[in-house]
């Protein structure tokens, strides 16, 4: 093989991918199925715009004890009772995980639960997770849940 003959087979090469990459972003080949496993492809309707959460004080602190909080969520026109819990309760406005649309978090002197709603299998699912935090100054968790489903949610 001589270097024309090289020249000319990665020519016809790079033009077979450039074909090829046309023809997936046109959408004539679709390499991304509904039905495939695949973790970048979530089909989810709610928007984190859709999401409201609402918090309801249903015991005031004292100073020693922890204040309690009702949370309901609303996505669109529909609305469910979460839950109760401890501490004082904020939307969480810092870092998402991969699947989860929104969250909140509920602590009260280094220890609190985080909330969040979430995309799995297609369907919309509340989970918790506990958490403890050495101080304010050391915002890094010395104990940490995984998320567990506490909720399956339909619109």
């Known amino acids: 093989m001589n270097k024309k003959s090289i020249i000319v087979i990665i020519g016809i090469f790079g033009f077979l991918v450039l074909v090829f990459s046309v023809l997936v972003q046109t959408g004539v080949i679709n390499l991304i199925k509904e039905n ?5 492809f979530i089909k989810n309707e709610v928007r984190k715009e859709d999401v409201v959460w609402n918090f309801t004080e249903t015991k005031e602190t004292d100073g020693l ?4 909080n009702s949370i309901e969520l609303q996505i669109k026109n529909k609305k469910w009772l979460i839950g109760t819990y401890e501490g004082n309760c904020t939307e969480k406005t810092d870092i998402l995980l991969v699947n989860q649309i929104s969250g ?24 918790k997770k506990i958490f403890e935090i050495n101080s304010q100054k050391d915002p890094y968790p010395i104990f940490i849940e995984e998320f567990k489903t506490i909720q399956e949610l339909t619109l």
């Open 36 to 40: 495939d496993i695949n973790p970048f």
């Open 104 to 127: 909140v978090t509920c602590s009260w002197r280094g220890f609190g639960a985080e909330i969040g709603l979430f995309v799995e299998n297609k369907k919309l699912v509340i989970k």
């Open 65 to 68: 004890t922890a204040p309690a």
